[in-house]
């Protein structure tokens, strides 16, 4: 027999709701059938707290506590990436399908499998009687995925209620298998930041013409050789503080040969920065911005020369550096004044939350009752959330999902054959559960 809180996620799992930076290729009718298949799915919620529609289909649920001093919030987003038509999906992707003990579907992991483990657990302490010593709120995105506004208006409504949160929580790191090479243990990754997403358009104009009489350093060529010169000078590395504290909590339990250099972070930064730098792409990108090119266009056709050619560069930028000193640095680094360098969007990186003290003990403590055998530790989160935009109220942000993860499994979201455990899940309900029941008078 399948679990009810599972039945509830396989529902809304079902509802393709699909972001698109386009609003008019957006299916408004699925996030109709999500927002309207939640208030069926969880009637008591509905009923006990008081909703706010935000954006088009954002929700900001307002659950009143004994006091609203040290209120705490509660995030997750309804809407979902794309699935690629030929990506081999092994269950279909909309399907919510169970295999292997496992919920398969996009939105699984990212991020409805949040946001139900949520409304289960309000739900289940509202038939209990349960009154949260805090306030509690819930904000639900429904446009994380295109960098939307619903989040920037959840925090406008709450600023406007004078809310200011003594912590907010929102998807992020979770309970981590395989997360550093010789660590047996999973890691409970709670992220206190998050790098900053900025986008560039990097575009060259020129007289483009006929194959046949190509002249030297054309739009295309001119750009490429920007391109290769920013892949070749990144910008300096070093290990931000939040990842020496994670070194050193996973240090007693990696290999001998690795415990001194990890118990020793602070001390032994450079060589810390080295050793990550020489690991491979994903240990390095905890040291530094990144430059990613994503984009390229230039000629429409095989024999014309393109008049136009144009990139565009994601950066990720690590506490530390800012969005002024990575333009510097590509304009600097490009040298051409023909390469024109346009902003498509900035975001600074996020400020650090706190771990010395009694919110982050919370989510430390909680891990610790509900997954024993994690090491909690915070890090630095690679990827953008919309809790960025909430760091304008709150001064502790952290960012965590409280589900076992494979390293195969992180590696399924925004990708193919993303899958969300059944016992996970279920762990996750209880999570979110005890957390709200641990919030302090």
């Not at 009154?131 to 939307?148: I, K, M």
């Not at 230039?298 to 000193?325: C, Y």
């Not at 610790?368 to 953008?384: K, Q």
């Amino acid at each position: 027999m399948i679990d009810p809180a599972v039945a509830k996620l396989q529902a809304l799992v079902r509802i393709p709701t699909v972001s698109n930076r386009d609003p008019d290729l957006i299916d408004v009718a699925a996030f109709d059938e999500f927002v309207a298949e939640l208030a069926r799915q969880f009637p008591l919620l509905h009923e006990s707290l008081e909703l706010t529609r935000v954006d088009t289909h954002g929700l900001l649920f307002h659950w009143a506590g004994d006091s609203a001093e040290r209120s705490v919030v509660l995030m997750a987003h309804l809407d979902v990436v794309p699935v690629e038509e030929d990506a081999p999906w092994q269950h279909p992707p909309f399907g919510a399908e169970i295999h292997d003990g496992s919920i398969w579907g996009r939105g699984t992991l990212d991020d409805k499998g949040e946001l139900v483990a949520i409304c289960v657990a309000v739900e289940a302490l509202l038939e209990q009687g349960f009154t949260p010593a805090q306030d509690v709120w819930l904000s639900f995105g429904c446009n994380e995925e295109v960098s939307g506004t619903s989040a920037v208006l959840a925090v406008e409504e709450l600023t406007r209620r004078g809310v200011r949160p003594w912590f907010v929580i929102d998807e992020g790191g979770a309970i981590a298998a395989e997360a550093f090479p010789g660590v047996a243990v999973p890691v409970g990754v709670v992220g206190v930041t998050e790098k900053g997403v900025t986008s560039l358009e990097l575009r060259v104009d020129g007289r483009g013409g006929h194959a046949s009489t190509p002249a030297k350093n054309g739009p295309t060529v001119r750009l490429a050789k920007a391109l290769a010169r920013l892949d070749k000078h990144p910008m300096s590395a070093s290990v931000p503080d939040p990842t020496i504290e994670l070194f050193r909590r996973m240090a007693p339990h990696a290999p001998k040969a690795l415990r001194p250099l990890m118990a020793n972070a602070t001390r032994l930064r450079p060589v810390l920065t080295r050793a990550l730098i020489a690991a491979g792409p994903e240990p390095a990108a905890m040291t530094r911005t990144t430059f990613a090119i994503t984009t390229l266009s230039g000629s429409p056709a095989l024999n014309v020369i393109a008049s136009t050619a144009k990139a565009g560069v994601n950066i990720r930028i690590m506490v530390g550096d800012t969005v002024t000193g990575v333009l510097e640095h590509v304009r600097r680094t490009i040298n051409d004044d023909q390469v024109q360098v346009t902003v498509v969007e900035e975001n600074e990186p996020s400020p650090i939350s706190p771990i010395d003290d009694d919110a982050f003990a919370l989510i430390e403590s909680t891990i610790a009752e509900v997954f024993p055998d994690a090491i909690p530790a915070p890090y630095v989160m690679m990827a953008a959330t919309d809790s960025r935009f909430f760091t304008e109220i709150c001064s502790r942000v952290y960012r965590f999902a409280p589900f076992r993860m494979t390293k195969a499994q992180r590696e399924s979201i925004h990708s193919y054959d993303e899958h969300l455990g059944v016992d996970a899940f279920v762990d996750g309900v209880r999570w979110y559960q005890l957390l709200i029941e641990r919030i302090p008078r």
